[in-house]
């Protein structure tokens, strides 16, 4: 008469154990707050490999929402889907609704996405060309500006990442002669410079200096009025000082989303509690 | 054994193969030190400025050039280069950006195949494709031989360069909604362009050299052939019809032929080496 009764029990055991994914909390934003993007349910594979879990979130405009957790837990892998970029490998398959604006994205003509939802890499990737062409490349591509737009867009863009003051003389010298941090702005600019909806940094400051990453701070607080900011990063202390929501990321799934304060201070989930103070990870 | 007889044996063996190595090291070199020095001191000396400037003179006659052959090299690799170069560059432009990996794979292997089809049966094929059909030798059919033979060295120089194109440069275009198209034709191909120029100079400077192809399809001329419907004159088949012919100045005259085709040969490959190493120190990472 017990053993099912075991069973049953095992059974509600496990099914609390597997949904590690808290639900979203209704009353997480400040009235007013509106989602820029809204992602329901999605799960993610790399051919037969499961990637992510089951990730519901929304992300507030005009806010900066950070990501963290530790290596390998997806939090690339879920910007990557954000933005289309993850239907550039081949093999991978999602699951689920990523809306953008209330948009499918997956509905939207793909360089559209792109555009409206910009992105720079863990690694600077500046093209081998000049400072000023590398920041008009995406000007250029969407087409539609005369010649003097086209400057002004630069200049602007430049001045947004905050590396105008020391480009300026040299617009039309190669890219690859800036510094890791330098470079690193200038691709930020040429992000900044096709005026994207929201904009996501993949581990932006992992192979820079703390001068160069305090730069790229504080021009993150300051772009936040005018954009969506998604960053993922390992440095805790950043997420901290830069975000409005932190997401922690563990194995795939997404274990807890809530204010930044909220998860450093007081997280409810026990994984994300020894995360955050440094017990694993 | 001891410890020490052990250690002066691995000197020993380590000195022995060192010097073996050493040996066919020298000998390699000393041989294209040879053939270079050989070739310069007969080509050199028959050199004179008329070889550039004038046509081959008859039988008995001294003097003369081949001022009609060098032309004709340089309109036949022309057209090769014309013909083989498109269809390879864009070939492992699809091989490294689009292909699936089965379609990508065959492709690839018959490439492979072609490059290991003797110079002769491409000659055949171009003979019997052009050739026969017009019922003439012609310096298109020379060039069309020619550049059948550039392009699978064309397709894998060109994949090989794209393929080393970081990918976070393809990325980087592609985030800021880039067509894929225009990502390739404006970042990806020009990050890879001095290695690809480079791969086809080098496959050009291989198919300078050959002979037996152009014998059956642009044949030879003594006089000059305008346009490219002629029996065209080219260096290799001039120096191997003047070699056997029985005449003292002819033999001169391949000399000198050779050795301009060599001096022609190492000029671009010292060239494309150049453009290399240039984008190697400034530009890509």
Redesign the interface.
């Known amino acids: 008469m017990s053993a099912p009764m075991e069973a049953q029990e095992r059974l509600e055991i496990r099914a609390s154990e597997s949904v590690t994914t808290s639900a979203p909390k209704p009353d997480l934003f400040a009235p007013g707050v509106e989602d820029k993007m809204k992602v329901t349910g999605m799960n993610f594979f790399y051919g037969k490999a499961q990637a992510l879990y089951d990730i519901s979130i929304r992300l507030p405009t005009n806010h900066v929402t950070a990501f963290i957790g530790p290596s390998g837990c997806g939090k690339s892998t879920f910007l990557r889907t954000l933005n289309r970029m993850c239907d550039t490998v081949k093999g991978t398959r999602i699951e689920g609704d990523v809306r953008l604006d209330g948009e499918d994205v997956f509905s939207l003509d793909v360089t559209s996405v792109r555009r409206r939802v910009g992105m720079v890499f863990q690694r600077s990737n500046p093209f081998p060309k000049s400072i000023f062409d590398n920041v008009a490349y995406g000007l250029r591509v969407n087409g539609g500006l005369s010649r003097a737009q086209v400057a002004e867009h630069v200049e602007r863009s430049l001045v947004r990442s905050a590396l105008w003051d020391e480009v300026k003389h040299k617009l039309h010298e190669s890219a690859y002669g800036l510094s890791g941090g330098q470079q690193q702005r200038l691709c930020i600019a040429r992000a900044l410079a096709v005026d994207p909806e929201v904009l996501q940094l993949d581990e932006p400051c992992s192979a820079l200096d703390p001068i160069s990453t305090a730069k790229i701070e504080e021009l993150l607080l300051v772009l936040a009025n005018s954009c969506t900011i998604v960053i993922v990063t390992h440095n805790m202390q950043q997420a901290a000082r830069v975000s409005d929501y932190t997401g922690f990321f563990l194995m795939g799934k997404l274990i807890e989303f809530d204010k930044t304060e909220q998860i450093f201070q007081a997280p409810s989930r026990k994984e994300t509690e020894d995360y955050v103070t440094g017990r694993f990870g | 054994m001891t410890e020490s007889t052990r250690l002066r044996s691995r000197h020993l063996i380590n000195n022995i193969m060192l010097g073996t190595t050493g040996v066919f090291t020298v000998f390699i070199a000393s041989v294209l030190l040879f053939i270079l020095g050989y070739l310069f001191f007969n080509g050199a000396r028959n050199l004179s400025f008329s070889f550039f400037t004038e046509l081959p003179k008859s039988t008995g006659e001294t003097g003369g050039g081949m001022a009609n052959a060098i032309v004709g090299s340089a309109k036949i690799l022309g057209m090769a280069t014309l013909i083989g170069v498109p269809v390879g560059f864009l070939g492992g432009v699809y091989l490294a950006e689009y292909g699936?990996k089965s379609f990508a794979f065959i492709v690839r292997y018959v490439t492979d195949l072609l490059n290991g089809v003797p110079s002769i049966v491409i000659g055949i094929f171009a003979y019997t494709l052009i050739v026969m059909k017009v019922k003439h030798f012609s310096a298109l059919a020379g060039g069309m031989a020619l550049g059948l033979m550039m392009i699978p060295i064309a397709v894998r120089s060109t994949e090989e360069f794209l393929r080393a194109v970081?990918n976070?440069?393809?990325?980087?275009?592609?985030?800021?909604?880039?067509?894929k198209w225009?990502a390739l034709a404006?970042?990806v191909i020009?990050?890879a362009k001095d290695g690809i120029i480079t791969g086809i100079m080098l496959n050009l400077a291989r198919v300078a050299g050959e002979t037996a192809p152009l014998l059956f399809t642009a044949l030879n001329n003594r006089y000059w052939s305008p346009g490219i419907n002629q029996p065209t004159s080219t260096l290799p088949v001039m120096i191997y019809t003047y070699a056997l012919s029985p005449y003292d100045d002819w033999h001169q005259q391949a000399w000198a032929a050779g050795f301009v085709l060599l001096m022609l040969i190492l000029a671009i490959n010292v060239t494309a080496r150049m453009i290399l190493n240039r984008s190697r120190f400034?530009?890509?990472?």
């Open positions: 699936n970081p976070g440069l393809r990325e980087g275009a592609l985030a800021l909604g880039t067509p225009r404006t970042v020009p990050a400034s530009g890509g990472r």
